[in-house]
């Protein structure tokens, strides 16, 4: 465990750990878009800059505090001219690369931004660059999807800009992406993503089409449960679940099923 | 070739080298660099040596085509030893007569000479040619005398016992301390002490380590590093033995640029060479050290010189930076310690095990028997081009100054036109202008001047050099070149150059100048790597020393240096004889007139592309 | 199979089968074929156990990979700032606008040309220097690309 400095606070956290989560712990807050708690740090949006003074230094750095790491003595500003500064930066950045994006426009107006400094992209999407759908996909292990060229042509791509071939449907992308600039449709047991159409399996409960073919086949391939586990949808197993334990518990009905 | 396992075999086997070179055969040095290839250079060593061969003159006579000597304006050259003459701009077809004449016959050739444009005099000696005269060339050197990664060379020259001295007499710590105490600072831009480097990379808990050579010369107008690895491959190779040995580590790579296909190879075969001499691979020179080297080419990006990245590329992904916050000394290839250093930097760790610390602290500036950021010692090699007449690849010691390199071993601007800035560290440098030419080049000086030493590209600027047009020419290349993963640096630069296009089109507006520096600044707080932190450099160095050429483009929609093409018109005047030759080259029909008489530009056509100024051979054309 | 994706394997052979060779693998493929053709790449994907989203997002990061097929004559236009002082940019507008390319260069519709612009290749000496499917031409000027087209356009 080691001590550091938030703002004048101090707090105590685990080795290792990065300033993002010992600034939560003594009660203060920074911007992130990139950032998600299931994922690597990533570093790109820059929002959650602060300034940080190593003990025995005289001279203060700013640094990302996603990744960051926590040390003995550790001085951090979160709110200091420098990252002030460069937050409203960023934000007047990505204002001009988004003017129609809502979640942009909002946080630019937290900072008192509500024009860009830089004349606005036309004909452009919602995607930040943050690479939070690149990441997740990675995650989950389908790698479906890439982070393609580089400077100003970087873009979110299939590969050879094709249906992605190694794409389940999951929808992970989707809800995970800060600004909502993925196009997912659900309809008469269909789904399209990624220009791509999935067939959907429905729940054998409330007949919703809850899951794509490919993504329960995968997930069965992948957790070793059987693929009657995946005939209820979240929703219906949980009430299923909560019925179990109800007439188990409540009502001593030992021969209740689980599942 | 027989594996040397010893100190004492290798001196016999460079004593048995020696004796079988005769004294008195002439060795001719062709250079055989990229550089010189442009100037059909391989033809001309190839037409040397069959000549010599004709001529039955094969014992009296050696021809060896070298690695880069560095006087590029003058390719193709050659040096004929003992002697010292020295002929420039060499075509191949007077090989003959070179052969007959000169290494027969014992004649110099005048008009093959090189001619000192200050007294006019024909210097016969390479020695006394002021261009090599003021340089010292410690790396340089070996790579003008020997055949390219020929291991039999470099061994004659006193190759590899470095290696044997490091491995018969020296633990590995003593190595780490005798590059500490030398003052080695990284050459690649960094300027890190090598010493301290290797130290903690040796002291990082982790197996296996990880020692990588960067050859991923990127800084555009700097290709030091190409010269040294093509011409002198065995001396890098030297220098990363001893390090991995003194770090503890068996796994070596060389990350080379996907632009020098030469350097590849000569890698290649050089490393091939040293396997074979037991030089690297296992059982180094007999012992228990195991260390072998795999060669990486990059896919061309210039982010990937940048060392998290270097390595990124290096296990097959994209060149993405990440944070430093953990020291790739630490945690680097495969998430292991790793020592990263330039081709220069290796290259001089022979030098300082072969001489020692007090002959090597003696070069350069300042004080470092307190800590090595205490000065800047040895020499540097730095690529002297643009509007410079002796263009080339130099190597100085550090403290010179940039008079004496542009001036008195570049022999000043091209043209004799007026001096305007030099540019120095690439992309992330800046421009210096007439009043810091005294300043002496060191890690130090320039940086502390705004601008800093870098790899050693140095880029030399005159009155027709517009500067808002060489911040922009940065601006792009750094687009292009980032990897687009943060938003300052991918933003930041597509905004720069629109701001600054706007500016050189005469579409620029005074709050221009303002906008420019905030965002600068952002960009260098708020970037995830060099890359982008010191990308604003070009821009606001030029902004702080050249402002008054900013506010012509925009207050006035005139660009000083006549470069901007949409602020300059061009004019025919009173020279014109009406020989009708730029009408019928232009390519867009904008020049008119008849035979005999005075021609005119319509400007309403006319695309300021330059081919009519090219072409007219009166000097009738006006550019302003 | 197809002799792309046997001329594939063949190149495949030459390397161990990890991810660390992807861009070493790449670089011949892009060498053998003039460019990286899909499924080449497919190949490549299966054979190093790599998703193709990744081979891709690798093909397009860097400049040595084109995954368009270029032109018979490629002239690379060196972009290095000693040959942009000396007036490069120029050289190179005059080498699209003969050829009909737009700012960014390309290929020619007739697959003739492919003009692009090169980091610096080191030869500063020559500068401006542009390399006409690999052959150094220095000291170039925008009234010589006429006839540096012509010559090319010759030769077969």
């Known amino acids: 465990m080691l001590n550091l400095d938030i703002n004048g606070r101090r707090v105590t956290v685990r080795k290792g750990t990065a300033l993002l989560a010992a600034i939560r712990e003594a009660g203060f807050d920074v911007p992130t878009l990139c950032h998600h708690e299931a994922l690597e740090p990533y570093g790109a949006c820059r929002l959650c800059v602060v300034e940080v003074r190593e003990p025995g230094r005289s001279k203060t750095r700013v640094v990302t505090s996603c990744n960051y790491p926590a040390s003995a003595g550790l001085e951090v500003e979160t709110e200091s001219d420098a990252v002030v500064h460069t937050r409203r930066e960023v934000l007047d950045l990505l204002l001009a690369r988004c003017p129609g994006s809502s979640v942009i426009r909002q946080l630019a107006a937290s900072v008192g931004l509500r024009r860009s400094s830089y004349p606005p992209d036309q004909n452009r999407d919602n995607c930040i660059l943050c690479g939070l759908c690149v990441r997740v996909c990675e995650h989950l292990g389908y790698s479906a999807i890439t982070l393609a060229g580089r400077g100003g042509g970087r873009e979110v791509a299939a590969p050879l800009k094709e249906p992605p071939p190694d794409c389940v449907g999951c929808g992970a992308c989707v809800r995970i992406c800060p600004t909502g600039n993925i196009p997912l449709v659900d309809r008469d047991g269909m789904r ?23 993504y329960l086949q995968s997930r069965v391939a992948s957790s070793g449960l059987p693929a009657s586990h995946f005939e209820l949808c979240d929703e219906c197993s949980r009430s299923r679940a909560a019925q179990t334990m109800y007439q188990h518990m409540v009502l001593g009905d030992k021969e209740a099923s689980h599942e | 070739m027989q594996a040397i396992r010893s100190d004492r075999e290798l001196k016999k086997y460079r004593e048995g080298l020696v004796a079988a070179r005769d004294p008195k055969r002439k060795v001719v040095s062709v250079c055989t660099g990229t550089g010189c290839k442009a100037y059909k250079c391989d033809d001309l060593a190839s037409a040397l040596q069959a000549e010599v061969d004709r001529q039955g003159l094969s014992d009296k006579v050696e021809i060896v085509p070298t690695g880069c000597h560095g006087f590029c304006e003058r390719g193709s050259l050659l040096v004929i030893y003992p002697d010292d003459i020295f ?19 014992g004649e110099i050739l005048e008009d093959l000479l090189y001619e000192d444009p200050v007294t006019g005099k024909r210097i016969v000696k390479e020695g006394d040619i002021p261009f090599y005269k003021h340089q010292q060339q ?55 002490p090598t010493g301290v480097k290797w130290r903690t990379c040796r002291d990082a808990p982790g197996d296996p380590k990880y020692v990588i050579c960067n050859a991923d010369e990127g800084d555009p107008g700097a290709y030091m590093d190409r010269s040294l690895l093509e011409g002198n491959p065995h001396s890098v190779i030297e220098g990363m033995v001893i390090g991995a040995y003194a770090i503890g580590s068996s796994h070596g790579y060389i990350y080379v640029r996907n632009e020098y296909p030469l350097a590849v190879s000569n890698v290649h075969a050089a490393l091939d060479q040293a396997r074979e001499a037991g030089l690297v691979g296992d059982n180094i020179f007999g012992t228990d050290f195991c260390f072998d080297v795999r060669v990486s080419r990059g896919g061309g990006a210039f982010v990937c010189g940048e060392s998290t990245a270097l390595m990124a590329s290096l296990e097959g992904y994209v060149g993405e930076p990440r944070a430093k916050y953990v020291h790739t000394v630490e945690h680097g290839l495969y998430d292991k310690p790793t020592n990263l250093n330039n081709v220069e930097t290796w290259a001089n760790v022979p030098l300082i095990v072969n001489k020692g610390v007090d002959w090597y602290t ?10 090595p950021w205490g000065g800047s010692k040895g020499t540097k090699i730095f690529s002297l081009v643009g509007k410079v007449k002796n263009t080339g690849l130099v190597e100085v010691p550090m403290g010179i100054s940039l008079r004496q390199i542009i001036y ?30 005294d300043k002496p080049v060191d890690f130090d000086e320039l940086t502390r001047a705004g601008s800093m030493m870098g790899s050693g590209g140095m880029i030399v600027m005159d009155d027709r050099t517009c500067m808002v047009d060489v911040a922009r020419y940065f601006v792009k290349f750094l687009l292009d070149e980032s990897c687009g993963k943060c938003v300052p640096c991918r933003e930041g630069n597509r905004r720069m150059l629109e701001i600054l296009s706007r500016i050189c089109e005469g579409r620029g507006v005074p709050s221009d100048l303002d906008l420019l520096e905030r965002l600068g600044l952002a960009m260098k707080r708020g970037s995830l ?25 925009i207050e006035e929609h005139r660009c000083p240096a006549a ?62 | 199979m197809t002799a792309d994706t046997q001329q594939t394997n063949e190149i495949l052979a030459r390397y161990p089968h990890e991810r660390e060779q992807l861009i ?25 156990d790599v998703p193709i989203a990744d081979v891709y997002g690798v093909a397009r990061f860097y400049a040595a990979f084109s995954l368009e097929p270029r032109g018979r004559n490629i002239v690379q236009v060196c972009e290095g700032t000693a040959c942009h002082v000396r007036g490069a940019s120029g050289v190179g507008d005059e080498f699209k606008r003969t050829l009909g390319l737009p700012d960014e260069g390309g290929t020619t519709e007739d697959m003739e040309f492919t003009v692009v612009g090169v980091n610096c290749v080191g030869a500063c000496a020559l500068g401006p220097v542009v390399i006409a499917n690999g052959e150094y031409h220095g000291h170039m000027r925008a009234n010589k690309v006429g006839k540096l087209v012509r010559n090319m356009r010759k030769k077969d």
């Open chain 1, 192 to 214: 399209r993503v990624w220009d791509r159409d999935f067939e959907m399996v429905r729940c054998t409960g409330c007949g919703r089409a809850y899951i794509t073919r490919e």
């Open chain 2, 87 to 105: 002929y420039q701009k060499v075509p191949a077809e007077r090989a003959a007569e070179i052969v007959e004449k000169t290494l027969a016959g």
């Open chain 2, 138 to 192: 410690l790396l340089f050197g070996p790579g003008r005398r020997m055949r390219p990664g020929s291991i039999d060379d470099y061994i004659a020259l006193g190759g590899y016992e470095a290696l044997a001295k490091v491995l018969g007499e020296m633990q590995p710590d003593e190595v780490v301390d005798l590059i500490v105490a030398s003052g080695l600072r990284g050459r690649g831009g960094g300027g890190f």
């Open chain 2, 362 to 371: 003696s070069i350069g500036t300042g004080d470092v028997s307190q800590s």
């Open chain 2, 408 to 437: 008195d071993i570049g022999g000043g601007v091209l043209d004799d036109r007026a001096f305007k800035a030099v540019q120095t560290g690439g992309p992330s440098g800046g421009c210096l202008p007439e009043s810091f030419l």
């Open chain 2, 529 to 553: 790597c060099a890359l982008g932190q010191t990308a604003p450099n070009p821009v606001l160095s030029t902004l702080h020393h050249f402002r008054h050429e900013y506010e012509a483009h």
């Open chain 2, 563 to 624: 470069v901007c093409r949409s602020l300059i018109t061009y004019t025919i005047n009173d020279a014109c004889n009406g020989c009708t030759l730029c009408k019928r080259v232009c390519p867009h029909k904008a020049i008119s007139g008849e035979k005999k008489k005075a021609h005119v530009i319509d400007q309403s056509k006319c695309d300021q592309c330059g081919v009519c100024i090219q072409s007219c051979k009166f000097d009738a054309i006006d550019v302003a």
């Open chain 3, 24 to 48: 070493q693998v790449l670089q011949d493929v892009n060498r053998t074929f003039n460019y990286l053709p899909a499924e080449s790449l497919r190949r490549v994907s299966e054979a190093l």
